[in-house]
């Protein structure tokens, strides 16, 4: 079991920059894929960035430039920080960890989301 906890959401201008954070417990962190995932009003959960257990990162087409996925192995945590925000981005964001034998895409390389976090608000401004 693994449990994930999403912080840093928040109200930010267009232009602007914020830094998510997702805590994770449970067994086995560093055997997991992390990926961020983002649902906005009346639309589908989309896949936003994805990080393996050597780090290797993949980007939606919309974010890539100008967001960043990390995670701390020593702090059990995944980052998305993101900048140049657009209105466009305005969505509740998911953090996720997939260990199985699917991937998010056939051309996206991390493993399918077995865990979901509750989601964190981020609300863009123009």
């Known amino acids: 079991q693994v449990q994930l906890v999403e912080s840093g959401g928040g109200l930010v201008q267009a232009g602007g920059s914020l830094r998510l954070s997702c805590a994770a417990s449970?067994?086995?962190?560093?055997?997991?894929?992390m990926a961020w995932f983002r649902q906005a009003p009346g639309k589908e959960r989309d896949f936003v960035a994805g990080?393996?257990?050597?780090?290797?990162?993949y980007y939606a087409d919309s974010v890539k430039d100008r967001f960043t996925i990390s995670r701390d192995y020593a702090e059990n945590t995944v980052y998305l920080q993101m900048s140049d925000l657009k209105p466009d981005d305005t969505a509740v964001y998911y953090c996720?960890?997939?260990?199985?034998?699917?991937?998010?895409?056939?051309?996206?390389?991390?493993?399918?989301?077995?865990?979901w976090g509750q989601g964190t608000q981020v609300t863009v401004s123009s």
């Open positions: 996720t960890a997939g260990g199985g034998r699917l991937t998010v895409h056939q051309r996206i390389p991390i493993r399918a989301p077995d865990y």
């Open positions: 449970g067994r086995s962190f560093s055997t997991w894929d």
């Open positions: 990080i393996n257990w050597s780090r290797n990162t």
